[in-house]
């Protein structure tokens, strides 16, 4: 999924490219999924989860799920530091959104692993609904929002807004061709856009929880 998310960064980061295709996108969603996999044992993730997860101990469901997409952030952000000299602007542009989808999808995988291993164990424990709802609640604003983000482009894309239902990021560009501007986070959409998370996870949690409760 991390690969398949890299893809469509870097097929939308390249006008050129998304008008002539990347061949078999399955093939590129492997080739992808290694480079991020590749990455990130290169800069410790691997090492730092295991190490985690054989001293963290706690019987919330959900600490070890937000310990590992915060390591995810933490040592993507370490990756784009070590690598910004031989970076484009365009591709140090696409840090944030890879973290952020990133953070979703890690917490929605390890969320899943935690209950399925649940499952197998025999572990009479049962998920926390309202977790459930956030995670899954994440994911389709993760869908919607990388849709958002493939929307076809009509003339210059520089400087072009990013979010549903908020806008939360604008796109950096140059302006007179040559001066370089960074995107900026626009911090009242995002807390918008989590505000709506939160609205519609509760609810969802709320009637998984009372479901639970009449089976």
Known sequence: MLGALLEVLLIRSNDAASRSGHGNPAAQVWVFGVVVAVMLFVHG??????????????????????????????????????????????????EFPL???????????????NEILRHWTGDGRRSNPYLSASVLTLFGFLLLNIANYLRPIDGNFSFRPYGLPFTFYREGGYVQEWVWRSGVVVWKGLIADLVVVGAIAAPTGKAAQRLRVIR
């Open 99 to 113: 973290v952020v989808g990133g953070v979703v999808i890690v917490l929605m995988c390890s969320s899943a692993g």
């Open 45 to 94: 993730y691997y090492i730092t989860t295991a190490i985690f997860g054989v001293l963290w101990r706690s019987k919330r469901p959900w600490s070890y799920p937000a310990i590992l997409a915060a390591l995810f952030a933490l040592h993507t952000h370490i990756t784009f530091l070590h690598g910004k000299p031989d970076f484009t602007r365009e591709a140090r542009a696409m």
